[in-house]
């Protein structure tokens, strides 16, 4: 399969589109299922959490989409949104640490975040070789040419699709189970991203860092840890509180 890429400008378009999106999509499940949670989250995590989010997004993104570039031989400034999603991680976890907040606090981020990286991706997957985001060469038949002869894993479309499913089950744990989503939303989401995302760098061209591993292999397997060892604590905390009762 192929198609003629780059198509200009259709990044930046796709960027837009995805963040439009995920604005709307966290607007509405705020209306339609946390508006009583989010306004006790909000008040716990005081006026600078959005801001510490923030920086900790952008550093990440620049910083460790660059590191993976240098490690990679490949000249320029990256950005990465594995990257941006540890830094937030990162920084709003020493924020609640200095605050003392417990418990989750981006479970309005679970289902934009997801909506964000399956549009986004397409813009990566449009955008040719020169977003160097694309995969290995491969004789599988759904290979795609991206305009150089040579059939690719269209890994932004695995992850596109991954991510655009675990939209699917969270809405769905939504409809049944909204009690589930804010307590484990969050850190379920990162840790299928993380799983998914740790399968699709087998199929990239990306230097490794240490182990057979590309940095973006160790970013994943961080989340992995963290996913599992925040549902962990949450789970004890909520069994903790209802024995309160």
Same mark, same amino acid.
């Given at each position: ?9 259709? @990044? ?14 966290? $607007? ?13 989250? =909000? ?14 997004? =952008? ?12 490690? =990679? ?16 991680? *990162? ?35 449009? =955008? ?13 038949? %759904? ?9 690719? @894993? ?15 089950? *969270? ?54 840890? $963290?996913?599992?060892?925040?549902? %962990? ?11 309160? $009762?």
């Amino acid at each position: 399969m192929t198609l003629p890429l780059p198509i200009n400008g259709v @990044h930046t378009l796709f960027d837009l589109l995805a963040l439009s999106v995920a604005a709307a999509s966290g $607007y509405g499940v705020y209306r339609w299922r946390f508006v009583a949670a989010y306004a006790q989250t =909000s008040q716990r995590a005081g006026k600078h959490y959005l801001l510490a989010l923030l920086i900790g997004s =952008s550093f990440g993104a620049h910083l460790f989409g660059t590191w993976n570039l240098i490690l =990679s031989d490949i000249p320029g400034v990256g950005r990465s949104i594995l990257g941006a999603l540890v830094g937030a991680i *990162l920084t709003v976890e020493l924020y609640k640490l200095m605050r003392g907040v417990r418990g989750s606090t981006g479970y309005i981020y679970a289902l934009p975040f997801c909506v964000v990286v399956a549009l986004g991706r397409l813009g990566c997957f449009l =955008s040719g070789l020169d977003d160097h985001t694309h995969g290995l060469p491969t004789d599988l038949p %759904w290979g795609w040419d991206y305009g150089d002869g040579t059939p690719r @894993h269209p890994v932004q479309l695995y992850e596109s699709a991954a991510m655009a499913a675990t939209a699917l089950f *969270l809405l769905w744990r939504l409809w049944r189970a909204p009690e589930w989503v804010i307590h484990y939303g969050f850190y379920g989401v990162v840790g299928i991203y993380g799983a998914q995302r740790f399968v699709w760098e087998f199929h990239k061209p990306y230097g490794p860092l240490a182990g057979g591993l590309n940095l973006f292999h160790w970013l994943c397997l961080g989340l992995m840890a $963290y996913s599992l060892w925040m549902v %962990w604590r949450q789970a004890k905390n909520t069994v903790r509180e209802d024995e309160r $009762y």
